[in-house]
């Protein structure tokens, strides 16, 4: 089996690539495609962006499944900002800026009022339109100060309680465990082949 991923960022594509790849399924990125496809990510909710994205991508494509992830950081402080925003929050995917301004904002806050959570949308969509879209998110905390040089985006901010260091932290089989993304994944491969085998 093979899969589409509307996605240039890297980070994502690896960790859909470790989680899927174990299970049989070959995973192309946008950045193993020839030609360049513009992507215009202006809807209103994670949902709508990751549709959007599928949707471009899955027009180019033939008989072969497209997802896209739209995805975030929701800070509960912050009335949930960056939330779809969180890719260009202070500057366009420069994630140093972006950690620094969710750090400036949240300044001395003690720990109980730093919690967060990130949130993942999985949409696919079939060669006939038909969508199928699925959630997963993880709770945890934004930390005083960045710890860790693993994954990307957030992660060196992210504490997770459950597994008592940041995103950045922990290996990728770690994240990968207990992710936002891995359990939308999880969710996509339950409905992933009646949805794909009926019209
Ligand atoms: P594509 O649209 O090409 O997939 P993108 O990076 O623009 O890539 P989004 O619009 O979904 O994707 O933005 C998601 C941002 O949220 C991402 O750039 C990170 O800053 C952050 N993010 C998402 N998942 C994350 C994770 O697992 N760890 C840390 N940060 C994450």
Redo the contacts with the bound molecule.
Sequence with gaps: AKIII????V??LN?FKAILEPKGIAVIGLTDLTTKIEIV?NGNSFAE?ALI?AQTIAKTTLDVPVI??????MVAALHNEPGIY??RYASD?N?QA?IDKVLAKLGDLPISDRKAK?H?TIAAVKPNGKQLVVSGEVQGYITKQQLGKN?????PI?YSPELEKT?AQATANEKNRI???SRAIEKLMLAFDQWWNED
């Design positions: 509307a996605t240039n960022n980070g994502k960790e990510e962006n994205k896209a992830d739209d995805s975030g950081l969180s890719a995917h994630d972006n990130f993942t994954g990307f985006g957030y992660d992210f995103f992710s936002h993304r």
